[in-house]
DNA sequence: AAGTGTTCCAAAACCGGTTTCGGAAGTCAA
DNA sequence: TTGACTTCCGAAACCGGTTTTGGAACACTT
């Protein structure tokens, strides 16, 4: 009869049974008006014919998907990011043990991610959209807020109220990472930050000024810059910073793409990470591990956030106010090998990086 | 009238033109016989109201659901792999073109693997499957296979016959690689590979054997370990080719998480990979550029590789058969900083090695 | 015996599209 | 003028579920 391979549908069962779709409907939904012998007969030919219902049917009536959306931004060929398949992994996991399923989209651009998001809804392909990388002002959050149409951020932008967020505490962790390093006996601690167009960039230096705050620290503003976040923005920050009369021996990075920069212009010029200055990155990305010396670096864990806001986006659904759907945790600091007390002060640094700025060589040569 | 936020359906069209619905599906899925009047007529009205089908209405009816479905294989916690978020890349830039989508799910067991299948299946959520890390004999496949429902593998089975697959000549890249440290000058090269039930690891090995043979070069059994793939499978297969009496002064190894082990071994030896000792991976792995040194590795552009599968499953869901959608490619090596000539004779080497190995402290202290 | 509830389920409407069927109107040749 | 074709489109069936409606059968009052 049915020409798709082997799909049982209701009316499969219903005749197998003897009654109408309609009752085998509300036995598998869980309606009371059935009666046991009923109940039981149905259930047993759903059993013997395997069969389950169609997602497509169901759906055009409920008006619900059982699917969630994420669109993740790709640089143009440069690879997706290694937090993110974490983070979906954590996300499906959790949407798994509700029987729902996660729909993974890429944009490539600004415009190709409200498209994206435009297409989706329209076709009604999901339910909700969990938002990453959230900027100060994103223009996602404002299209999906103004649809009304649910969602949950990991991240906040720069007005965090109205809408569903999960987020780390920028602001304590990097506060945080400040009263460490004090505690460890540096003086001088920099900071080397990303674009204050990205919103947590602009909470990691708010920490940053804070922590230094709060220890009664002066705040310097020499020793903080601002770089695109990349291994050569960490390389430029680590120039403009140490290149100075009274350089930091303690730098604190806003990313660890900016921690391994710094690290890679400190090796540069002879400094060993550790000891002879101490560096600290955030993500808690693997490949720190590798480094020489492996990265000491601030952590969420990106499948807990997964599952986190995997979770939110689902009681949002089911109708909990977004208001109350808003929550932040702390990142943990995961001591690796790049951070130790100082071995010298600010100008002993500055004396020895004097000379060895001017010897250095244009290019990363390596040498026999 | 509708309750769904803004959905426009398709009568609202039909009647804001005044004609019957079918009409309007019609213009819209490029039937001819409709008048150019009525068709312009029509296409204005969906302009107007920004009209987009649901897609569960048409999957409803069609019995597709223009969404491709992939499960990813997690271990217990220990994060995502590199190489699938590049994939997963690869396959969304494909399908967005095509307007499909791709649903991600992820299985930490087989069992919860094959039912995850059955699941997306029988609810008709998907239309087809893509299935990475293929095992020599793998379950997945036979279930897909016994069903008759589409995929497409990235890697082959020990069968490869009647299923669409796309891989890597991995026979013909390690044997490429043989050749290329034959040419440095090695004459003693080893070869750390991965559990043979694994497809591709196999192959590798395949392929270094027959590089062997094709240059002449007698194949030394002591000069192949197998080890579980992971740094510190790296770690032991270095340890058992490296404290031999003959020890090998390159290495070739099946995956670039046993090459980053070797080196660090090599490390904690003194030796300096790319001098005293050459060591090449494979996969291509972003983490492999911050090593010390760089590692050199053969590389699958993922990204592509998801792109080429994706497009294979669309052919294969237009009415290919499998059998025509069967391609290798060949990987690219990417040379960074960790082959190179030999610097001394495998006597030589086992010389040094000897007094290290044994002077060699139980743990990897880093001292001062 | 008639009226009033329950209990249980069949039948039909509905979700929003696609596709089939058939017929009205216009065109053309005989 | 009539018959045969086209051209164009309305009406209805259909996809496979869920939900509403309504009524048969039975038990229970009064």
């Not at 977004?322 to 995961?334: D, E, S, Y």
Request: proline share 4%.
């Amino acid at each position: 009869m049915s020409r798709l391979r082997g799909s049982v549908t209701i009316d499969d069962v219903a005749r197998h049974v003897g009654v109408a779709k309609g009752t085998v409907s509300r036995v598998l939904n869980n309606y009371t008006d059935i009666s046991d012998s009923t109940r039981k007969r149905i259930l047993k030919a759903v059993q013997d014919l395997g069969y389950q219902p169609s997602a497509t049917a169901r759906n055009l009536k409920r008006g619900r998907q059982d699917t969630l959306g994420i669109i993740i931004p790709v640089g143009h060929g440069n690879g997706a990011d290694p937090f993110l398949a974490e983070f979906i992994d954590g996300i499906a996991r959790a949407l798994d043990e509700l029987g729902l399923d996660l729909l993974v989209t890429t944009a490539h651009s600004r415009d190709h991610v409200i498209q994206t998001l435009k297409r989706l809804i329209a076709r009604r392909k999901v339910d909700g959209f969990i938002v990453t990388r959230t900027e100060v002002d994103d223009p996602r959050i404002a299209y999906l807020n103004e649809l009304n149409f649910p969602f949950v951020a990991h991240g906040r932008t720069g007005d965090p109220s109205g809408y569903a967020w999960f987020d780390i505490d920028n602001e304590a962790t990097f506060a945080d990472g400040v009263r460490h390093l004090y505690s460890l006996g540096h003086e001088r601690i920099g900071f080397v930050g990303g674009s204050l167009d990205l919103n947590f960039a602009r909470q990691r230096r708010e920490g940053y000024r804070q922590g230094l705050e709060a220890l009664g620290v002066r705040h310097d503003p020499d020793l903080e810059t601002i770089q695109t976040i990349s291994e050569e923005g960490g390389l430029a920050g680590a120039e403009a910073l140490l290149s100075q009369a009274a350089p930091p021996t303690a730098m604190l990075c806003a990313t660890d793409a900016l921690a391994i920069g710094v690290v890679q212009f400190c090796r540069k010029l002879g400094l060993k990470a550790g000891s002879d200055v101490t560096v600290i990155g955030y993500d808690g990305l693997p490949v720190g591990e590798y480094l020489d010396p492996p990265l000491t670096t601030y952590s969420q864990s990106a499948q807990e956030a997964g599952g986190r806001v995997a979770r939110m986006l689902i009681d949002l659904l089911d109708g909990k106010e977004p208001q109350t759907l808003q929550a932040l945790a702390k990142a943990r600091l995961i001591r690796r090998a790049s951070d130790g007390a100082p071995s010298m002060t600010s100008d002993a640094l500055a004396n020895v990086l004097r000379d060895r700025l001017n010897q250095q060589p244009p290019s990363g040569s390596k040498g026999e």
